[in-house]
Each structure stands twice: as C-alpha cells, then as structure tokens.
C-alpha cells in the first residue's frame, strides 16, 4: 500500500505519501514529526508550531501585566471552553477546566450526595483517574464501587443499567476505552436509566474527541456530565482538562473547592456560608499556570484555519489504524509473540491499534532502538497515528514491529 493514495489531513488533493511527507507535517517543525516514527497519537501527540507562540505570549503577557494578566487569562480560557464545546457539540452544557481530569473527576465526586446514595458504577476499563480514585475510595468503605466488565464492549451499557439503582450516586464509563480504543456504544440508554433512579452519569471522552465526532443531543448525551482534555489527541499539551456540567446542575455544591470559586466576589462573600460562582466558577480551582490556556488556545485556531474538523479527522484515524491492521496481518507473525484482537472490526475502533504480547516491553525496546516509539500497557502494545504522520512512516513503524518480534 506503500505507492497508494488518499487525501491526507491537511492536503487539498490526494497526494503520493510514496514520494512526499504528509503535508501537515511542516507545522510541527519542533517535533520534527516528518523525521520521526512518533506513534504515541493515543498518548503524547505532537503540538503544531502555534502552541509554542502560544506560550511565548503567556510569557510577554506575564511581563508586561504582572498580576493584571488574569483578564487576559480568562479570555484564554474562554476560548478554550468554546473549542470543547464545540468538539462535544454542545450549546446547553457549560465547561469546567482544570489542570487535568482527575481533579475535577475528586470535585465531582464531592458534589454527589453520597452518603444518602453511597453506590457507583463502573467498568473494569476506565483509565486511571477513575480507576485508582475509585478503588481507594472503595479501599476505606467511603463508597461501594460496582465494577463491571468491560468485554465485550458491545455489552458494557446493558450491564452498567443493571448494576444502577436507586443507591447509586452516578455511573462514570468511558465513550471510547483507553487500553484497546473499542468504542462504547449504548451510553444514552445508560444516561436514560441513570435519570429514571436519580443517579449522574460522567462519560470519559477523552478517546473520542478529535478522532470521533461526537454530538451530545444526537447521542442522547445532553444530561450528562463529559470530562476529558488536551494531552492526546487535541494537541493542547498538559493543563487542558475539562468537566462539561448539564444544565439543571446549577445548585450542586462541590466540597473539594478552591477560592477562584469566588474570584469575581470577593469583596461580597456569602455570610454564614461558602458561596460559588457562576456556571464553571463552581468547579474552579486555585492559582493556576495559565499558560496552558494560551497554548490550547492557538492550538484550536490551528485546528479551524486548517479544516481539521471531527470528520475529517475520523477518516483519516479510520484510515490509518486499518493501514497498520492490514500491515500487521500481512506480516504473518507468530501469534504466540503477539497477537491482535479480531473480536471487533475496525470500525469499532477508536485512534489506535492494540496488540498483544506476552513480551510487550521487551517489543517496546526493540522498537524504540528502530526509532518507533509507542508504548506498553501490561501486555498491551498501543500503535498510535496522528493526522501528521505519512503511509511510508505508518509502514516502516510496522516493519521496525516485524525486526524486533523476530529478532526475540
């Protein structure tokens, strides 16, 4: 497949990736992702050239406003909320950042009436963010965690309604799962049964934005709460994460909360009580890095000036993990080195290729010392793309896999 050619994120006609770099690749010139066989588009993708402005004016701003940048901070962060919104097709909800999910995943939880409904619900799937919280949280009998199982995938909904009842808080599942990037499908039937017994639902998004489009009315998700951020796919860097709050949320009272909360109001706080602010206020922080804001900021312009929209961007993904499925299989490897999982086509996988191998990390070195860089969960070996990278690269990633399983 290494001479075909198909229109490549970024290009305006199809183009011969025998004979060029993909032609998105010259606006990460930092990353020198055109030089390189940068699969970790699942994890750590490139950042295009902007976020580095992006940064050098968090920097110029600091110096010229000393303590008066935080308006311009907030004018950072509200493009930032615009560009979520607008991957999760959004009009009613509103956004909460923070430096990552897993701070507003401990507001959130803070906010749920747990001691009258002590039960959540689970998979045995979810990052771990959730993952770890949960089981600690569980370890000291503060909650019942329900896990269940997270194979098949097309099964997980149906089990997550059964495990909700009345004692349940919420359900927190992902929409796209972290470890083998099958798609959860079924999750408005869950958000459907959470609001039938008063329980949240908080879907993990993370997997699916700017690979899978995703509108929350048409998936019947317009009550739910979302979380995600920038690290992967959105190219926005560390300091991105978000918590998309469902109207009708306005009077949950986090107990994990920081003093931004009432930033606007300091001068008029609430007597005989903590008050919040408004809207994302709620979930707000502390003194934060803002320059993360100003790199996501330039980085979702880059994404609209380019046209790289959600389904643009899920042909290409879709095209790429088919590209290394097809080169894998076309290998003929000893399956008892590694292995992929043919349980589900391809069109139920999200951004990446998993395969498996009980010498995963031994595998991962093999290809690190070729120049491929991916990484190991357990026995689980992630081959991510990115809309930057070419064929040729996804082909010599896929020939760097065969040396080093045959080389074992």
Request: hydrophobic content about 40%; proline content about 6%; charged content about 25%.
């Amino acid at each position: 497949m290494s001479g075909t050619t198909h229109p490549q994120a970024g290009a305006g006609a199809p183009l011969d990736t025998a004979q060029h770099p993909n032609p998105l690749a010259r606006h990460y010139t930092r990353f020198r992702v055109a030089e390189r066989l940068l699969l970790t588009g699942h994890s750590h993708q490139a950042w295009p050239d902007v976020g580095y402005e992006g940064q050098l004016e968090a920097w110029n701003d600091a110096a010229a406003l000393v303590d008066e940048k935080w308006p311009r901070a907030a004018e950072k962060a509200d493009r930032v909320r615009r560009g979520y919104a607008k991957l999760l097709g959004d009009r009613t909800g509103s956004i909460a950042l923070a430096q990552n999910t897993h701070d507003l995943l401990v507001k959130f939880l803070s906010a749920l009436p747990l001691p009258k409904r002590p039960k959540l619900v689970t998979t045995d799937g979810e990052f771990h963010s959730i993952r770890r919280q949960l089981d600690r949280l569980a370890e000291e009998k503060w909650v019942e965690v329900v896990k269940v199982s997270a194979a098949p995938p097309g099964a997980i909904a149906e089990r997550l309604i059964a495990a909700t009842d009345a004692r349940t808080a919420a359900v927190l599942a992902s929409s796209v799962l972290y470890k083998n990037a099958h798609v959860v499908p079924g999750l408005g039937d869950v958000l459907r049964h959470c609001r039938r017994v008063g329980a949240e639902l908080l879907v993990d998004a993370y997997h699916q934005l700017n690979v899978l489009p995703c509108s929350l009315e048409a998936d019947g998700l317009n009550e739910a709460f979302v979380t995600g951020g920038g690290y992967k796919y959105c190219q926005l860097g560390e300091g991105n994460g978000f918590l998309r709050v469902p109207p009708g949320r306005e009077t949950l009272r986090p107990i994990v909360t920081g003093w931004f909360s009432e930033f606007a109001h300091l001068s008029e706080r609430v007597k005989g009580g903590v008050g919040y602010g408004e809207g994302p206020a709620t979930w707000a922080s502390a003194t934060y890095d803002p320059t993360s804001s100003y790199r996501a900021a330039r980085v979702f312009e880059f994404f609209e000036a380019e046209r790289l929209t959600p389904e643009l961007l899920r042909d290409t993904y879709a095209h790429q993990v088919r590209l290394l499925a097809e080169r894998f299989d076309a290998l003929d490897l000893d399956p008892a080195r590694i292995t992929r999982d043919r349980s589900l086509p391809l069109a139920g996988i999200g951004g990446f290729l998993s395969l498996e191998s009980p010498r995963s990390v031994e595998i991962a070195k093999g290809l690190r010392s070729r120049g491929a860089l991916i990484d190991v969960r357990g026995n689980t070996l992630r081959f991510g793309p990115a809309p930057y990278l070419s064929d040729v690269q996804l082909h010599a990633a896929m020939d760097a896999l065969a040396e080093a399983v045959r080389s074992l």
